[in-house]
């Protein structure tokens, strides 16, 4: 093999930290997809097993789901093609099935993209640390050699549809059967939580339960002709606002493309901050496993979330570990700890009663057993998680990050202040009454800034002092 021919294919652009991400047709093609399924299937030694394989509801999933299949058989697994699912629903069946699977999707990224997120049996995590990487080294191997090598025992493609189990699973976690009736809107932004609602939530599979559901935007489409599906973006949230207010809705649930992010939105039409969702379901999760003789539960939380996450979990007689940004850095430290749950401020939830593994479905039925098993309306029941006030998350374009870093942090020194570094650095005031963090993106020029304060005079001033410094 010639030097020239290895350079034909360079996989770098859609390789990403956590999964493959790319634009259909130039970075992502199903001559590639085939190749990762090859190489998927050899790298996790998974020839005689069977692989699970399914994609969200993007034009090009279909294609790209029979591809990664085809490779994976040529290289001797067995394929069960899953069709159309979530994010969660293959982490669930990589969980229930033990078996690794992959699923096509670029989660919130707009139509033009499409790409592959992968998972060991049990639902662990690949990422470039865990995999990854050597997945891409193979698939370029054979991409450049021009094929594919057929084992000696090809594997077999087949159908199979987990739906209905994955909805009876997660009713099983959290029963909804005995709350007060509930009107709750979803907006699916046409991705899979179109599919995966009237599952869950619905009668469609299973027995009605005391909610009436309201849908937005539940037809498939992965075009998404009425609103990008991210809705971390204030404007992606505003048609879901405006019908929980015209509906007299007791609560709104926004679900990002593949379905493995959830928002809330109250009755009042405001957003209720994931890190509130986080405290909300720690703090049901905690009783629950003290219930079953836990003596101190483990919650996990990054370090973004509000100050308020580890002040509850300790209140209420857990422990709290601070991790830094990401789902493989999440999922790593669950399973060390044995956490229960997991929260971050960009809304994945994670779950020990599933696999450690993130799912916007189950975070948001925590959140609907709370409401329905009380009678306060959601922003009522949300306040007592809320008593900091946060800026969100604030991006600059920097060309020099570091120096932008290092202006703040001279203009901070003589501040009774505190400095650590586990993921960007977050500076946070002796007194408890300010915190903030900056933290470089790592795919995008961006210096994103997140900082929390005791009131709204406090993080303003905060705020605007560390962003003048920082676009100086």
Not at 123 to 128: D, R, V, Y
Not at 411 to 418: G, P, R
Request: aromatic share 6%; net charge negative.
């Amino acid at each position: 093999m010639t030097s020239e021919q290895n350079k034909t294919f360079d996989l770098s652009a859609s390789f990403k930290a956590y999964d493959v991400r790319g634009i259909v047709g130039e970075t992502i093609t199903a001559e590639i997809v085939e190749a990762v399924g090859a190489a998927f299937v050899d790298v996790l030694g998974l020839t005689g097993q069977t692989v699970l394989v399914g994609g969200d509801m993007r034009p090009s999933s279909p294609e790209f789901s029979k591809a990664f299949a085809s490779g994976a058989a040529k290289r001797g697994a067995d394929v069960n093609l899953l069709d159309l699912i979530s994010t969660d629903e293959l982490y669930y069946a990589c969980g229930a099935l033990n078996a690794a699977g992959a699923t096509f999707t670029a989660s919130h990224n707009p139509a033009e993209y499409n790409g592959i997120k992968m998972a060991r049996a049990g639902a662990q995590p690949i990422s470039s640390e865990s995999g990854l990487k050597e997945i891409q080294a193979l698939a370029e191997q054979y991409l450049n050699s021009g094929s594919i090598p057929v084992s000696d025992s090809a594997g077999r493609i087949s159908v199979r549809d987990v739906l209905k189990d994955y909805a009876e699973y997660l009713r099983k976690l959290v029963d909804l059967r005995g709350g007060r009736p509930l009107k709750v809107v979803v907006d699916a932004g046409n991705g899979m939580a179109g599919l995966t609602t009237p599952a869950v939530l619905g009668a469609d599979l299973l027995a009605e339960l005391p909610l009436e559901i309201i849908p937005l935007y539940f037809e498939l489409d992965g075009t998404f002709p009425n609103h990008p599906a991210n809705p971390l973006e204030p404007e992606n949230l505003r048609d879901l606002k405006k019908a929980v207010v015209e509906h007299r809705a007791d609560i709104g649930l926004a679900f990002d493309g593949d379905a493995d992010r959830c928002f809330v939105i109250d009755e009042r039409g405001q957003a209720v901050s994931p890190s509130a969702i986080t405290a909300l379901v720690a703090r049901r999760e905690i009783a629950r496993a003290k219930a079953s003789g836990e003596d101190t539960p483990v919650i996990i939380h990054n370090l973004l979330t509000s100050r308020a996450v580890p002040e509850l979990v300790e209140k209420d007689g857990g422990r709290a570990v601070k991790t830094r940004v990401g789902h493989s850095f999440i999922k790593a430290v669950m399973a060390k700890e044995g956490a229960v749950f997991g929260g971050e401020h960009s809304a994945h939830f994670y779950f020990r009663d599933f696999w450690n593994a993130d799912t916007g479905m189950l975070a948001a039925m925590h959140v609907l057993a709370a409401l329905g098993e009380q009678d306060k309306p959601l922003s009522e029941l949300a306040d007592q998680y809320e008593p900091y006030v946060s800026s969100g998350e604030i991006n600059s374009e920097i060309e020099d990050k570091a120096a932008a870093v290092a202006r703040v942090a001279r203009d901070f020194e003589d501040e009774d202040i505190e400095i650590d570094h586990l993921d960007g650095s977050t500076f946070s005031a002796r007194d408890g009454s300010w915190w903030f963090n900056l933290r470089p993106s790592n795919t995008e020029p961006f210096l994103r800034l997140n900082a929390e304060a005791k009131d709204l005079a406090t993080m303003e001033k905060v705020r605007d002092r560390v962003l003048a410094l920082v676009r100086a």
